[in-house]
């Protein structure tokens, strides 16, 4: 099988290629930049530099590819133009899409984010069922991920033979992570003596079991169907503390409190309201204030999802990136 993977330079992404290959599959990596790709040259894997936005990009090479792994986004929240983050996020998708269809490709997985869907509390925590809830209703990223998913999933209730299925990751952590995007989490910790923490918490997940996940959703994944990938739910404070240790670094927490929080998101608002770009903004601090979790029931169930601790995950962030 042959595997078309947009996105290929990012920390999802290559992992999965990097799955895909140990599998045997044959894959064919859409990305910007050959340079910036952190795997070893393979036999089975050719990389093709390409803008998702283009439809000349890609279409040429899909009447031979099985599958396409839609892994490309924009995921900068610097960005204060909604329109920015549709034309890639929304309309490019869609556009693919819609290619894929033309050409007869069997299998189309997008990866979308967990954020579409609702999240809970430990008690109650988010899944598949539950619509976007607020903060995350006003986050531009993930109102354009939200609508790049309704349109595929429009689409795919009247072309049945190209099987669309949605994969909503939660916060990924692991090797691979170019840019850095969630590694900045880790780095953040380094060499603090005092680490100031946000009084919310996130549902984290080793980007190996997520990756095992996408490629396992090209045999199981059942067509309009959507799963949360997702591993430990962890407030901040407990998520760095994981980090001090496995850096063997003493560390002293300090929560930072949520009315300064609320006071440097409303600073944020003002900057972007004078178009100043910029990722400080209301809407992403109060995402810092909520315990943003989720249950993987139903992708451990159907996908074979698994669970490794997220202590795999930051040792191997902290092992690649002293390397890197």
Request: proline share 3%; with cysteine; hydrophobic share 40%.
């Amino acid at each position: 099988m042959k595997v078309l993977v947009t996105g290929a330079n990012g920390l999802l992404a290559t992992n999965i290629i990097a799955v895909l290959l140990q599998r045997d599959y044959s894959v064919i990596g859409l990305l910007r930049n050959e340079k910036s790709f952190a795997l070893e040259p393979h036999e089975n894997l050719i990389l093709h530099k390409g803008d998702i936005t283009k439809v000349d990009s890609y279409d040429a090479l899909l009447p031979e590819i099985d599958c396409i792994i839609h892994a490309a986004a924009l995921t900068g929240q610097d960005i204060i133009d909604y329109s920015v983050y549709q034309e890639v996020n929304a309309t490019a998708t869609e556009n693919l899409y819609k290619s894929a269809l033309e050409h007869n490709v069997k299998n189309f997985i997008y990866i979308s984010t967990a954020n579409c869907f609702g999240f809970g509390s430990l008690d109650d925590l988010g899944n598949e069922e539950k619509p976007i809830r607020f903060p995350f209703s006003n986050s531009l990223y993930a109102k354009s991920k939200l609508e790049g998913q309704e349109k595929l999933l429009r689409l795919a209730k009247d072309n049945p033979d190209t099987k669309l299925v949605t994969l909503n990751p939660t916060f990924m952590i692991g090797s691979y992570d170019t840019k850095p995007s969630s590694g900045r989490l880790v780095l953040s910790a380094y060499n603090k003596r005092v680490l100031f923490y946000p009084p919310g918490g996130k549902s984290f997940i080793n980007v190996i079991d997520a990756a095992e996940a996408v490629v396992n959703s090209i045999e199981l994944g059942v067509h309009c169907e959507s799963y949360i990938l997702c591993g430990e739910n962890l407030s901040y404070k407990e998520f760095y503390q994981k980090v001090t240790k496995q850096l063997n670094q003493k560390s002293s927490y300090v929560k930072i409190p949520k009315f300064l929080l609320y006071g440097i998101g409303y600073i944020g608002n003002l900057l972007r309201f004078f178009k100043v770009k910029t990722d400080i903004s209301l809407t992403n601090v109060q995402t810092l204030c909520i315990n943003n979790f989720y249950s993987n029931k139903k992708a451990q169930e159907k996908l074979k999802l698994q669970q490794r601790s997220i202590d795999n995950g930051i040792s191997d962030a902290i092992k690649w990136f002293k390397l890197n």
